[in-house]
Nanobody, 123 residues
């Protein structure tokens, strides 16, 4: 059974940093992309970032470009999201996702979702 488990969320102040992790288990995600989405209060789930298996293709939402960095460690089946210069509007539940390619993840063609981790940024 495939499982994605996010960690690293929490309550921080504006301008702070957080690093989210998502560990995948159940099988090895050979050649598959991983990514992050978020859903803020009263909003729809939105794309944040995606990374191909090799790390050669990376996509970001415009709202996080220059502040967030996605990376992965295939040996650990883990994807990370380094979030710097956090803003109150980054407050959301952050979800890890697996898809067939980075472009597919950006298009929300998702095979597996994690349960999410809460990130709250106070002003």
């Amino acid at each position: 059974q495939v499982q994605l488990v996010e960690s690293g969320g929490g309550l921080v102040q504006a301008g702070d940093s957080l690093r989210l992790s998502c560990a995948a288990s159940g099988r090895t995600f050979d050649s598959e992309a991983m990514g992050w989405f978020r859903q803020g209060p009263g909003t729809e789930r939105e794309f944040v970032a995606a990374i191909s298996w090799s790390g050669g293709r990376i996509y970001y939402a415009d709202s996080v470009k220059g502040r967030f960095t996605i990376s992965r460690d295939n040996a650990k089946n883990t994807v990370y999201l380094q979030m710097n210069r956090l803003k109150p509007e980054d407050t959301a539940v952050y979800f890890c996702a697996v898809g067939p390619s980075a472009q597919a993840v950006e298009d929300q063609i998702i095979g597996y979702w994690g349960p999410g981790t809460q990130v709250t940024v106070s002003s």
